[in-house]
């Protein structure tokens, strides 16, 4: 398996995935595939990488841009994550978070958060100390790893691809 920046011919197969993995989850409201082609329309889409295994797509991961509060720059969101049903729980989304985080600590970015399941996210190093908050939602679910400095306290914004 490779694990790869998109490249342009990539947008259909990143959509047609990102919608199948979605579709069942009940936490979803199926506008993940459209807002990772909003978040490349706008600009947004800092990082997006697929994985990659016989010429098939296979898994994808976004980063773009997010606030914390009065926290402007340095900060990005991780998600939507995809990784085709039949390959779920096989490493494939493990792999593509390490290396979107290693390329943002190369960006020199100060770093990222995502609103997710911490079973999912805690074994490549996200946290939550409840300092992190995203509207109403169990602070629980709005983790953050940091590459440098302090732990941010504040309000989670994601960019305006989210509708937010
Ligand atoms: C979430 C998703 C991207 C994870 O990718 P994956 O390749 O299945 O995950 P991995 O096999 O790399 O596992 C990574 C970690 O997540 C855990 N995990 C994966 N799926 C899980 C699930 N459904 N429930 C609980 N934990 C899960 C694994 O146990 C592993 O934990 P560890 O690092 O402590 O060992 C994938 O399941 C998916 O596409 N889901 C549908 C779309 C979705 O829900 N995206 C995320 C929204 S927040």
New binding site residues.
Partial sequence: MLTRLEKPEDADAIHELTWV??EP?PY?NNTEAQIIRDLRASGDLTLSLVAEESGQII?HVAFSPITISDIKDGWYGL?????KPE?????????LILKGLDLLRERDATGCA????P??????GFESDGKLTYGDLDTRYVQRIVFKGSPPSGALKFSRAFGE
């Fill in positions: 993995a979605f989850m979803s898994g998600g939507p994550i995809s990784v390959r779920q729980r096989q490493g494939i989304g493990r792999e995502l609103i997710g399941d079973a999912v996210y805690r074994g490549v």
